[in-house]
């Protein structure tokens, strides 16, 4: 078999007999983290814009638009509940891959279950797992840079993989929905330099056309049918190195599920470790009218993604990524946090005096996806000289979220995009999603808060 079909292979015949119980906990975990993140994006600058334009590409009521009671079809409920899932950088994310694997993959499965009805509980798992297995599996294979934005471009053969494990796809038609999501795959770093929503925007492309290329191949058109590894399959055309093994060498064995990552804070992933070394430095005595000035020295990767220099007019997406503006709120706040990317704080030209004093540099020589060690050095006014070291990203599997802290954050993001919701709405959705393997109709949760 090419390892395109051993990895078809893979997807089609894994059932949830065969997860280990931490994959199928950390399946559990982030379906609430997602479902929460992505009712929390109900109420963003340009949701009402995204869900107006996806209303106009046609009317049925297929599924659920994440924290309304707006139904639209099935591709494009995925659409929108994608990019209301991204677009506060608060989604969970694959380190190694780079790769925002459930934004994609909860989209697109949760209108896929709307709109087929009655998927149980033991299928959903099972098709998370095997989703986050190819699409971080893609990432991890890939030790290059990025050039092209990876959770969309990986996100889709994912979500690809698992619609047609919830679908029962033979593994021809798996092969040609996959050639189908190739013929889509799409969505560049651009819009991360330039902080612009088309950068959620890409995600929820990526959703939507995944459940397109499903009903392509189900409705029998052949596909291109070596889609990944192929002389103009996607690793040959979207990354630059690749090493297969890396990434599917212990399939089976290992599950990616079980590797993701929660965000803390709704910011960039790059800015997370920076933002808990403040915190601490706070603690110790660090504040904005003693701070000279403030150096977080990082792996490339971190002054890649988050060391761009703060602008006027700062925008939301270009705040969100910036860690000089995420430091100055938390020395005057004490953290990051859903309130802190209104217009009133994006304007207050005293924060943003303080984030000129805030810096990302280079230091090191690792790989091109390295978070730590990640150094934060406070210079004080008075000639004091403070450090702080994170050696484990906030939130990952290093550092876990405790129980409590995963809870307190999907409410927070609940009460956020619903406001005067009631606690024990929000109660009654954990305690079903604890016992996720028992429900009949999984997509019902979509609908659950509103």
Known sequence: MTPTETLAHHVLKTSYEDLPADAVLAAKIFFLDTLGVGIAGARTEYTELVR????AWGQCDDATVLGSSLRLPAPS???????????????CVHEAAVVHQMATLFSGLMAEMERGGGVRGRAAITALAVGVDVSAGLGVAAPSALKFFRPATAGIFGTTAAIASLRQFTPGQLLNAWGYALAQAGGTMQAHVEGKPALPIQIGHAARNAIVACDLAEAGLPGPE????????????????????????????????????HKPYPTGRAAQGGIVALQTLRERGVTAETLDRLVLT???????LVGRRPVRPLTVNYARLCFAYLGATVLETGSVGLGEFTEAALGDEGRLSLSDRIFVEEAGTGTPFDFVPQTLTAYLKGGTVLTETVTAMPGGPGAPLSRDAHLEKFSACVRHGVPGVRDEDITHVIDRVDDLE???NVGAFAALLR
């Open 298 to 304: 990082a792996p490339p990767l971190i002054h890649r």
């Open 226 to 261: 070596d889609s990944l590894t192929g002389p103009f399959g996607y690793l040959t055309l979207f990354e630059d190195e690749v090493d297969w093994e890396k990434g599917f060498g212990a399939l089976g064995d290992v599950w990616r599920i079980a590797q993701v990552s």
């Open 77 to 91: 409920a995925a659409f929108v509940n994608a990019y209301q899932i991204h677009c506060q950088e608060f989604d």
């Open 438 to 440: 028992l429900e009949d």
């Open 52 to 55: 107006s334009v996806a209303s």
